[in-house]
């Protein structure tokens, strides 16, 4: 039905507009022999995000993706199974002693990458996290503070209509959010029910998709496929947000469009990248390039640039391009209720508790947790029962049945940063000929001891909102992030607090990739907030000649 | 509860949706491609490893003798073998096709060995100690050639598998989901309520209201 993953659509001077059927808005093009101010890889909450700021600063942007250019309207089936197009399905192997699931909900290919597909959960970071090592013991400090993260972090909430509640029940103060927070379906019920019997507080969760109209986007229909892909365009995604006002302000993207490798000079900077697109390699050239490819295809390519200069990659000099890879728990607990639950209705998780982020007291482990409600849809629900209750024949299909009444809560916790978890390059190559990666993971003694807290916690939460037979999905995990830490030694870190090469001066890195820890919560928010404030900081550079020459090393 | 299938959706028809506002063009498409599906169609797999795969998956997702139109659950897995796959493989198993094969052709060396006949000619009782014995990782080392079972069950055949029979219209009759919801959605969020576009569970004793309700949820 959709041509949108095997032709190129933004080309001819015009790229989709994704409010409108068979819809076109116009796009300027730069011709590849332009050096344009920069090259971005990647258009989801990093790239697309940046795309935007500095189109808008008046910087001359191309930016590329290799997924598709979807028009949410004509091109999305409501369809769990369809859906998984928006997903990175090239193939990765993984190993370790606690190999992570990859390519559905932590990958995205799509212009606007996995916002495309994510779950709108839209959280600011504990003040402290940007402090862990100092303030909380663990972990590594940002080389950020968290009172200017906390003005990018309204930015952004302003930016995507947030909806969510009027006061927040944890941390420093912050407005109350743009639009009216959602309703609360029966699954949401339940956690505020159970949090009330433990005495924790709990709120309707703050999430990017509006509760009122908003421009070309409709208020939210509680379709319920929100990790499938947004229908109505009520989700807001970086495709119909910061996109859209990117191709307004003059920049170009480029879908079907995989980057495999950034060129370097003999004087050691970026000159442009080596693109796949319609067919065959192309080469454009930039003044900056800015890698925005999320936790494994960052490091994926900038290891794949390697020159007999940089032989162990670009921007590696303190060889932890593609350590430190974190992830996040994503451990749950379900159970059965009386009532009729229908947990498919709405957003997946409307209710969220972040007591644990914010209570250190009685832990027995560094770092913090939320708990969200949830709403599988059925191949994702057979897979879970499957997979990680090990029911099959009659007993699968008999407790598939239960489904309406299923219940159940799931973590998105902090894991702690470890060198040994990593992103390395196999011996294997994909269709471009490019070697494949490998995602290396194994869970330390602190994660251990947190999975098992927070088991423990869920289980007393959904026992006290009154369902039965609970059982524990001990093994999931969720979101990539830290394979090219920011911090302000170039020693010990891949980017500084520009999100800029400590090696390579006009090589910028704008993902998830950048974080040193991960907190307790979804790290889209803190993306887009980097992000934002990455444009700013290259505007700042911009003005005063910095920007081709990195005249200070700032903190060393 | 009980713990074997039952109808409790009497009369629900997913299908019945399909020409009102929860289901879109698109998604007609999609859907009625699905349903299109030959069940005996099958060009990634040999006629030997289709007769094993399809008796496999019917000890994973059993189907009622009475349905009709059973769930084409092994054209479905067919299929995802001519596709893109699932954007991973944990290092203990060859790619997505080379590990079908091999654990297929493992499947019929058990069978093989145990009782001199091929999987799908075994009893199911006999086809089902097969099957737990691979989940549990206690494959024979002749049969499975360096495939470890136990990741072969979890990381091939439970995806593949099992989400296959509920990516179906069908299997979402017996479990009460509402399926497409594009664009109308819904409305009764809270618990205990239904949209009128939502299957109805038949209660003990209610089951003609739920039938009646449920031929109502295409109007």
Known sequence: MSDAETTI???????????????????????????????????????????????????????????????PLEDFASDEHHQSKLYWTDERISDGENPIQLGSNNSGKSVGGSTVHFAMVS?????????????????????????????????????????????YPWGPKRPRYPYRAHEMNAAARVLARGCDAQGYRWTETPLATVSAPRGESPPCVYRGFCTLGCST??????????????????????????????????????TGVQYHRDGRWRFQKARNVVVAGYAIETPRLLLMSATTRFPDGLGNSSGLVGKYLTVQGNQAVWGQCEDEIRSYKGPPSLAVTEHFNYHDEGKDFHGGYCWMSQGPLPMLWGGTLAGDRGLWGEALVAEMQRYNHSVGLKVVSEYMPQERNTVTLADETDRYGLPIARVTYSWCDNDKRMNRHALDQMRMSLAGAGATELWE?????????????????????????????????????????VFPTVGGVNPSLTIQAIACRTADRIAALAKRGDLERRSVLTGS | ?????????????????????????????????????????????????????????????????????????????????????????????PPMGEAWRRGLAA???????????????????????????????????????????????????????????????????????????????????????????????????QEEKARRENRRVGR
């Open chain 1, 9 to 71: 659509r933004a080309t001819g001077g015009r790229a989709p507009d994704v409010f409108r059927l068979g819809g076109w808005v116009p796009m300027r093009e730069y011709r590849e022999a332009d050096e344009v101010d920069f090259a971005i890889v990647g258009t989801g909450g990093g790239g697309g995000t940046l795309a935007c700021r500095l189109a808008e600063a008046g910087f001359s942007v191309v930016a590329f993706d290799a997924g598709a250019y979807w028009r």
């Open chain 1, 123 to 167: 959280l600011r970071f504990r003040p402290e996290w940007f402090k862990s090592r100092t303030l909380l013991g663990y972990g590594a400090d940002w080389p950020l503070d968290w009172r200017e993260m906390w003005g990018y972090y309204g930015e952004v909430e302003n930016a995507l209509k947030i909806a969510g509640p009027v006061s």
């Open chain 1, 233 to 270: 365009n009520a989700k807001q995604s970086a495709l119909v947000t910061w996109l859209p006002r990117a191709l307004a302000a003059g920049a170009e993207i480029r879908d079907l469009a995989m980057v495999g490798r950034i060129e370097t000079n003999e004087a050691g900077r970026a």
């Open chain 1, 473 to 513: 999905q001990e093994n999931d995990t969720c979101h990539l992030n830290g394979t090219a830490r920011m911090g302000s030694d170039p020693a010990t870190s891949v980017v500084d607090s520009d999100c800029r090469s400590w090696d390579i001066p006009n090589l910028w890195v704008c993902d998830g990739s």
């Open chain 2, 1 to 93: 509860m009980s713990n074997e299938r039952q109808d409790l959706y009497p009369g629900y028809d997913v299908l019945a949706k399909r020409d009102t506002p929860s289901w879109n063009e698109q998604t007609r498409e999609v859907i009625d491609a699905r349903l299109a599906l030959d069940p005996e169609g099958h060009s990634f797999f040999t006629d030997a490893e289709w007769a094993t795969l399809k008796a496999l998956v019917d000890r994973i997702v059993p189907q009622p003798a009475s349905r009709t139109a059973p769930i084409p659950v092994a054209a479905m897995v067919d299929e995802k073998m001519r596709g893109p796959g699932d954007g991973f493989r944990i290092a203990s198993l």
């Open chain 2, 107 to 205: 499947l019929a060396a058990e069978a093989e060995e145990r009782h001199g006949r091929r999987f799908h000619e075994i009893g199911t009782a006999e086809q089902d100690a097969i099957v737990r014995d691979a989940k549990e990782g206690r494959g024979k080392e002749a049969a499975w050639a360096g495939l470890p079972p136990k990741e072969f069950f979890s990381h091939r055949v439970v995806p593949d598998v099992v989400k296959s029979y509920y990516a179906h219209p069908t299997a979402w009759n017996e479990i009460g989901w509402g399926g497409p919801a594009s664009p109308r959605g819904y409305v009764r969020m809270d618990f205990n309520r239904r949209d009128p576009w939502e299957a109805a569970e038949a209660k003990p004793g």
